[in-house]
Antibody
Framework: QVQLQESGPGLVTPSETLSLTCTVS??????????WSWIRQHPGKGLEWIGY???????YYNPSLKGRVTVSIDTSKNQFSLKLASVTAADTAVYYC?????????????WGQGTVVTVSS | DIQMTQSPSSLSASVGDRVTITCRAG??????LHWYQQKPGKAPNLLIY???SLQSGVPSRFSGSGSGTDFTLTISSLQREDFATYYC?????????FGQGTKLEI
């Protein structure tokens, strides 16, 4: 079955760029009908949708992140990535990648296990 | 952004109880409402999509209902493994938003 796995640095310096990768196994990121998404959860808090990308290239980013976000897909590696620029302590969170099927009205049916990112000097 | 408000924020219950959690949307969202269960240190797990459809592999004691602005998640007979935090999420319009969570405790 399809599995997702996040990877990337656990510690990022303020004002730098956070970069994470999600590796998809057990299925192709090229298969239509799925949006590949990033969601985060601040410590002890609720969930925030960051953005998503379709394999064809269309993207959506949460306006609350003020243009700091880029999501990209590497079909040759079956991966998708998140870049969040100019990070501050407020970006400290658990970051999840998720698969979002259009067929079930954009619910997240498969999640990675999450990766903790701390922004600190 | 569409605000999603869950009630209660926390709930104490016992094994075997019937439990209902409510989610209210700040505007009408048709049936574009989903429910997740999250246990400590784990990713959320999809339980119900489009308000009332049971995700594959989820026990039938979980059910969802509602449309428009008011939705409910019901657990018919609580099992020990159901003690967790539950979130609703709307996908009617971007940015997709989540409720603040309901912590279900023994």
């Amino acid at each position: 079955q399809v599995q997702l796995q996040e990877s990337g640095p656990g510690l990022v310096t303020p004002s730098e760029t956070l970069s994470l990768t999600c590796t998809v196994s057990g299925g192709s990121i090229n298969s239509g009908g799925y949006y590949w998404s990033w969601i985060r959860q601040h410590p002890g808090k609720g969930l925030e949708w960051i953005g998503y990308m379709y394999y064809s290239g269309s993207t959506y980013y949460n306006p609350s992140l003020k243009g700091r976000v880029t999501v990209s897909i590497d079909t040759s590696k079956n991966q998708f990535s998140l870049k969040l620029a100019s990070v501050t302590a407020a970006d400290t969170a658990v970051y999840y990648c998720a698969r979002v099927p259009a067929a079930i009205s954009y619910a997240c049916d498969i999640w990675g296990q999450g990766t903790v990112v701390t922004v600190s000097s | 952004d569409i605000q999603m408000t869950q009630s209660p924020s926390s709930l104490s219950a016992s094994v075997g109880d019937r439990v209902t959690i409510t989610c209210r949307a700040g505007q009408r969202i048709s049936s574009d409402l989903h429910w997740y269960q999250q246990k400590p240190g784990k990713a959320p797990n999809l339980l119900i999509y489009t308000a009332s459809s049971l995700q594959s592999g989820v026990p039938s004691r979980f059910s969802g209902s509602g449309s428009g602005t008011d939705f409910t998640l019901t657990i018919s007979s609580l099992q020990r493994e159901d003690f967790a935090t539950y979130y609703c999420q709307q996908s009617y319009s971007t940015p997709y938003t989540f409720g603040q969570g309901t912590k279900l405790e023994i």
